[in-house]
Nanobody, 118 residues
């Protein structure tokens, strides 16, 4: 079963940084697209970043562009989301998936909570 596991969330102050990890289980990140998503309280889940590990192409939502960086380490079978210049509005549960399109996600993992204080 393709099932990524998110970790690395926590509490940060505005302007701070966190790095999230997405450990692949049951599949290899090599040659895959890994998407990062988040869901804030009372809001719909939104796609924020994606990486194609086959060619390194990345995509970012306007809300995180210039602040977040997505990467992948094929040897560790893990993808990462480096989050800098955090804002209170970045507070959400963050999820990763083996796709950039949430419509293709059959089951979401538990996610990792990110809380940014002002």
């Amino acid at each position: 079963e393709v099932f990524p596991v998110e970790s690395g969330g926590g509490l940060a102050q505005a302007g701070g940084s966190l790095r999230l990890s997405c450990a692949a289980s049951g599949f290899s990140v090599a040659g895959m697209s890994i998407g990062w998503f988040r869901q804030a309280p009372g809001k719909e889940r939104e796609a924020i970043s994606c990486i194609s590990t086959s060619d390194g192409m990345t995509h970012y939502a306007d809300s995180v562009k210039g602040r977040f960086t997505v990467s992948a380490d094929n040897a560790k079978n893990t993808a990462y989301l480096q989050m800098n210049s955090l804002k209170p509005e970045d507070t959400a549960v963050y999820y990763c998936a083996a796709t950039c399109d949430s419509a293709y996600v059959d089951r979401w993992g538990q996610g990792t909570q990110v809380t940014v204080s002002s």
